[in-house]
């Protein structure tokens, strides 16, 4: 693994800090020359809760949950349930947060269930997924009486129904099924296609017959279906399709077995702006669509409304997020590249060694200027390829500077490792001016105390 081809040519965008739109958490502004966010001076933060440091804008967190309950609440006639789904950020504070604003939550593995548990989130509206849920994870969902358990094969059905009898309880399942929808994302983060880990296949009347077992199976409820077609999706048409396909199936369902579907989870995958020149659709379009999208398909198809749930996560934290770093070193390669070393890297966000993510920078102590240089900023780790941004634009670093990641809130901090013995960074929220820490910066003896 290496850093992507160096572009020499590359020539800086100029754009200031405010010019990236979207990118940026929804009350960012510059004064005084520096980054605020929350009110809050990111460079008087950085260096006083040092770095790296994950710093949430809360009044952005809680203004997309709001919208996203609101949007689809108004969009649909019939109940609604948005679940936030944890595994794009997870920690004790957004889980208490999601349960104020009225939000379900998804959780995928005993440990974000644990963390559920921790702050009291109303099992009833936890919705419990993964492609192999162990034995132990399911007997604790079962035993804790969550609201679902989404089925993802033929085994753990019968594990289902097994626990479940031996509880004396009936437990709630959807069944995954993969829709066929190639989605138009980036091939790891794609799970709607036939070539697909998740789920039951429509291919070969596979997801059909795993609704006559699930029907037959005792000790379980076949309440609803669930279908997730992929990340990072700015192309709404492929939501539509899926819908089309899961209700189309539902009526199939009706018909042949006579079983009305009451629930339709439509999983999440909504797109964000990473880049100034990104232009993803509203949570208001999204909504629309989808709601639109579902009464249109069950009036054709001849099938009662579902109750429609859909799991946004990347949308409702990635923005509000942003990850500060200081700058250690400099090297400038003659006709290759220019070389930014910052104190963080690949244990913080793997995103880019993962996927090729991009992403913008600042100089936060430098917000008021043009970034009228291109930097590769790279991690401190031993890996060629531990770099956060590629050829990016920025203001001319210096050492010493705070350097700024935006729309870092999704799948950064819950991806993130102690690579090289590096602890992982505090979170911090902030909000009217206020900054308080939320998880606190992991420790030396934090990575060993594992060990015997």
């Not at 709001?66 to 948005?82: I, K, S």
């Not at 699930?214 to 990072?232: D, E, F, K, M, W």
């Amino acid at each position: 693994m290496s850093l992507p081809a160096p572009n020499p040519t590359k020539q800086a965008d100029g754009l200031t800090t405010m010019d990236l739109g979207a990118v940026l958490p929804q009350t960012a502004e510059v004064k005084d020359g520096h980054l605020h966010v929350g009110g809050v001076d990111m460079v008087k933060l950085a260096r006083r809760e040092g770095t790296a440091l994950i710093v949430f804008d809360e009044a952005d967190l809680r203004t997309r949950m709001t919208q996203y309950v609101e949007a689809f609440a108004d969009c649909y006639p019939a109940p609604t349930h948005v679940a936030y789904a944890s595994k794009a950020f997870l920690n004790k504070e957004v889980v208490r947060m999601a349960n104020e604003l009225g939000m379900s939550l998804d959780v995928s593995g005993g440990g974000e269930f644990a963390c559920a548990q921790a702050v009291d989130f109303p099992v009833e509206r936890v919705i419990v997924h993964g492609n192999n849920k162990t034995p132990q994870e399911l007997e604790e969902a079962i035993s804790a009486q969550v609201g679902c358990i989404v089925v993802d094969s033929s085994d753990e059905l019968a594990r289902i129904s097994r626990l479940a009898g031996e509880m004396g309880v009936t437990q709630s399942v959807y069944l995954r099924v993969t829709p066929g929808v190639e989605a138009d994302t980036h091939e790891y983060i794609r799970t709607g296609c036939e070539d697909s880990k998740f789920g039951f296949t429509m291919k070969d009347d596979i997801a059909f017959a795993a609704v006559r077992d699930a029907l037959a199976a005792p000790n379980v409820r076949l309440t609803g279906l669930h279908c997730h077609i992929g990340s990072q999706i700015f192309a709404l048409h492929s939501f539509r399709e899926a819908v089309k396909v899961m209700v189309d199936f539902m009526a199939r369902i009706k018909a042949e077995l006579g079983y009305e579907i009451d629930e339709l989870d439509l999983g999440g995958g909504l797109g964000i702006a990473y880049m100034s020149t990104d232009a993803p659709s509203t949570i208001r379009e999204f909504a629309e669509m989808t709601c639109g999208s579902v009464k249109e398909a069950c009036e054709e198809a001849g099938v009662k409304l579902p109750v429609l749930s859909v799991e946004p996560g990347r949308s409702l934290v990635a923005n509000a997020g942003i990850t500060l770093y200081t700058v250690g070193t400099l090297k400038h390669l003659e006709g290759i590249r220019n070389i930014a070393a910052i104190d963080g890297g690949m244990s913080d966000n793997i995103r880019p060694a993962l996927y090729g993510s991009e992403y913008e920078a600042i100089i936060a102590n430098k917000a008021d200027q043009p970034r009228n240089a291109v930097y590769t900023l790279v991690g401190k780790h031993c890996e060629s390829g531990d770099y956060v941004v590629a050829d990016g634009s920025i203001q001319q670093p210096e050492v010493g500077d705070v350097a700024c990641v935006f729309a870092t809130g999704a799948y950064c901090t819950t991806m993130a490792s102690t690579y090289n013995g590096n602890p992982r960074p505090a979170i911090v929220f902030v909000r009217d001016g206020q900054a308080r820490v939320v998880t606190r910066r992991e420790t030396y003896a934090d990575l060993w105390a594992r060990d015997l």
